[in-house]
């Protein structure tokens, strides 16, 4: 497919990227792999396959390395993957669903492990102040089932039919070069990961742009392989502190402090929690920044998103 290209962004993914590029070289598509200087051997081995591979001497992170995957390709329409991504069809669905009616992009069904579509995960909807409140709350892991998460998770759509959808997930994502282009990339101010591929969604939807599903496109996904290498204090401030962005560039100020509010109790909620249950105040130095973090975002007081989280 040479009007399709690939681009891969990897951070310690030798034990997975051999078989995403297995699949992916089958396409025939252009690939290029960035690597967000992975301390293991993920270049050399993704350089095996004979692919385009670039080495960051730092990790630039997520949205940036998308960029500059993006910029090396001329491609018309581009695959955005995670490493623990396997393709187990063809993409030529995929493509087609990209030259429907003001198509910004479009995804397909991701595979777990046990071979069990990711429904909660693969398709979402934007979230409002609501859910994230709830989400920071843990009142949606108290009632999964309440109505928002529910809309929210996508969990009442009919995933047997190609259909128009808000966020499909940036693990599986096609996107048309144009609106790339358009939008100026993604936003590197979400730094290092996380709701970048939200951000990008809803720019595209809010220039009147819309994102596919299409089921004939499937594809395995293991998810959180490097994620779970983040020390976890770390993970719970990159997290918040990229929810905190998104609210502040997305709703209005009163829907933004709402969340912010939210953010700052369930720190404490949930600090009080794992320290019971850990019996130790590990938690704290997290906890201590994420409010912190909430703090500044509430009264406006965050310029610049890297220096804010560390």
């Not at 995933?159 to 959808?165: I, L, W």
């Not at 358009?182 to 101010?189: A, S």
């Not at 929810?243 to 709703?251: G, Q, V």
């Amino acid at each position: 497919m040479a009007d399709v290209g690939i681009v891969i962004v990897t951070y310690n993914s030798t034990a997975v990227i051999d078989a995403c590029l297995n699949a992916a070289v089958r396409t025939n598509a252009e690939i290029v792999v960035i690597d967000n200087a992975s301390t293991d051997n993920t270049a050399a081995v993704a350089a095996r396959r004979g692919v385009r591979v670039v080495v960051n001497s730092t990790n630039v992170g997520f949205a940036a390395a998308v960029n500059q995957g993006f910029s090396l390709l001329d491609c018309p329409y581009i695959l955005l993957m995670n490493p623990d991504t396997v393709l187990e069809s063809g993409l030529e669905p995929l493509r087609a669903a990209c030259d429907l009616p003001r198509a910004a992009g479009a995804s397909g069904v991701l595979l777990s492990d046990e071979g069990k579509p990711q429904v909660g995960f693969m398709v979402r909807r934007f979230p409002t102040p609501a859910v994230l409140i709830l989400e920071t709350l843990l009142l949606n892991r108290l009632w999964p089932g309440n109505p928002l998460n529910r809309a929210y998770r996508g969990l009442n759509l009919d995933y047997s039919k190609r259909q128009p959808v808000e966020q499909p997930a940036g693990a599986f994502l096609m996107i048309r070069r144009y609106i790339w282009e358009q939008l100026g990339g993604f936003d590197q101010d979400f730094w290092p990961l996380w709701f970048e591929d939200v951000d990008f969604c809803r720019r595209a939807a809010d220039r009147n742009y819309c994102w596919y599903f299409v089921p004939d496109v499937v594809a395995k996904h293991t998810g959180a392989h490097s994620i779970v290498k983040l020390a976890l204090e770390r993970r719970r401030v990159y997290w918040y502190g990229s929810l905190l962005r998104y609210s502040a560039k997305h709703f209005s100020a009163c829907g933004a402090r709402m969340v912010c509010a939210a953010v700052m109790l369930g720190s404490v909620l949930r600090l009080m929690g794992e320290s019971a249950l850990t019996r130790s105040l590990g938690p704290f130095r997290a906890y201590r920044k994420v409010f912190r973090l909430a703090v500044r975002y509430f009264f406006g007081q965050v310029t610049d998103s890297r220096s804010s989280v560390f």
